[in-house]
Each structure stands twice: as structure tokens, then as C-alpha cells.
């Protein structure tokens, strides 16, 4: 008998084990407990789950509020920091500017001031701000002009990269 990739054993007893595996994120584990130490945090969840009318716009789910679908935070959470780091520094982040990193941040959070958080992370980043300082260093040349020989035509490709300061043809 020969095997092969589709060969399986014949064992028919009747005993098999069943596994499920789900992750644990500790990292919402560290979040739950931070929020549970906040005392607005305790008191806007007691009051939305007394009260579930007077806040349309908050949900509680796993212990979390959510506020329109997004987890709610403290406005002196220490995971603010945590998440700036994440979605602006990290190679995920990609240093990609205010707006872009405001934005991926409200997709998932939402906070009282985040919008001024944000930009003074941003404005105080030390890679952000030599890539604008490069940037702002940059000298722009006077357009190329073309030779023109009458029956022939004539191509210049040219490419320029922005973070440096000269042109390759």
C-alpha cells in the first residue's frame, strides 16, 4: 500500500477531541481595569445602565462603553498615550500626519479633546517634524526647457523625490 496526500487512517474508535481556541486580548484586560479605576468612567456607566434612554448614544458591551460604537475613554486614560504611539510612531502608524492619524484614531476611540491631543502629539514628534523641516529646506527649480529639432520629437523624463533636494533626469 502506498500513501499519499489523501490517505488518512482508518480508526474508527470512537473517541475524538473537539478543540476551540479563542484569543485573549490582554490588552482590553489592562483597559477594563484602568476604566474601572476612573471614577467617571464608573459613574457614566452606571448611569447608562440605570438610565440606557438618557444616553442614545452609549452602549455597554464586554464592560466597555461604547460611545457610537466606539470604545470611551477617560480624557486621562494612560492608554491615550498608548494608542497615539500605536497609530501615528509604530511602522502600523507610519508617521502619516494629523489628519490621517485623527482619523484612524476616531474609526476605533473616542475621548473628550482628542482632536487637540492628537495635534499636539503630532506637532511635538520629533520624525514629523525633521521630515517637515526637509521638506520646508527644498529649492524648486525653474522649468526645464526642451530643445525642439524640427521633424523629430524629443522626450525628457524627469523624476523628483520629495524629501530630497534635486532632480533626476
Not at 481595569?33 to 476612573?38: C, E, I, K, N, T
Not at 504611539?85 to 502619516?96: D, I
Not at 487637540?116 to 506637532?123: A, E, K, L, P
Amino acid at each position: 500500500m502506498v500513501a499519499d496526500a489523501l490517505s488518512h487512517p482508518t480508526d474508527t474508535s470512537p473517541s475524538h477531541f473537539f478543540i476551540l481556541s479563542m484569543p485573549r486580548f490582554l490588552f482590553l484586560d489592562k483597559l477594563r481595569q484602568s476604566l474601572q479605576d476612573s471614577l467617571e468612567f464608573v459613574s457614566l456607566l452606571a448611569n447608562v445602565r440605570s438610565n440606557p434612554i438618557s444616553f442614545p448614544h452609549h452602549n455597554i458591551h464586554n464592560d466597555l462603553l461604547l460611545y457610537d460604537g466606539k470604545i470611551w475613554l477617560n480624557q486621562n486614560n494612560p492608554f491615550i498615550p498608548l494608542l497615539l504611539e500605536e497609530y501615528h510612531t509604530t511602522s502600523l502608524g507610519g508617521h502619516m500626519g494629523l489628519s490621517k492619524t485623527l482619523t484612524r484614531i476616531q474609526g476605533k476611540c473616542f475621548w473628550k479633546g482628542m482632536r487637540s491631543i492628537v495635534h499636539t502629539f503630532v506637532s511635538q514628534c520629533s520624525t514629523c517634524q525633521q521630515t517637515m523641516k526637509l521638506r520646508n529646506q527644498l529649492v524648486y527649480y525653474s522649468p526645464l526647457h526642451f530643445l525642439m529639432t524640427p521633424g523629430k520629437i524629443s522626450f525628457l523624463i524627469s523624476s523628483r523625490d520629495y524629501l530630497l533636494p534635486w532632480v533626476i533626469l
